[in-house]
């Protein structure tokens, strides 16, 4: 082997299987949607069902962060977004559905409002914004 294809053999990067996920996480190896089944024992990622899965995944993470209020940020601009979706989307409907309960005894709004489900989440997420805001000490979801 001559010094020039020494060379170029030094510059070709390491496979990336060489570094799987699988050895570090026991349950990335086993679990469709689990995040780094994707790419564990030299899998492509590219997998239309595993990608599926994995987003799935997140989201039941992302519905179970905000029921148990562990959605947490300290971040300034999330909590900011966080806020105004939760006001403009939960707080401002949640004052007038008050209001037409009390004034109009009409429950309909209620119950109409109540079976919407982005009502509901956008609600949790005010709630998650306001659990961050006045608990910093808190753990965040990455951890800060």
Request: aromatic share 10%.
């Amino acid at each position: 082997m001559d010094g020039l294809s020494k060379k170029l053999r030094a510059r070709i990067p390491k496979p990336s299987h060489i570094i799987d996920i699988a050895d570090y996480d026991h349950n990335a190896k086993y679990l469709l949607g689990w995040p780094g089944y994707r790419t564990s024992q030299n899998k492509s990622g590219l997998g239309y069902m595993e990608t599926q899965a994995e987003m799935a995944h997140m989201q039941g993470l992302f519905i179970v962060w905000l029921v148990t209020g562990k959605f947490r940020t300290h971040n300034p601009i999330f909590l900011l977004g966080m806020l105004l979706f939760g006001l403009l989307c939960g707080g401002i409907p949640t004052v007038f559905m008050i209001y037409e309960v009390i004034a109009n005894q009409n429950w309909d709004i209620l119950k109409a409002l109540l079976m919407n489900v982005p009502y509901i989440v956008s609600v949790l997420i005010l709630i998650n914004a306001l659990l961050s805001i006045f608990n910093r000490k808190g753990q965040t979801i990455t951890g800060d």
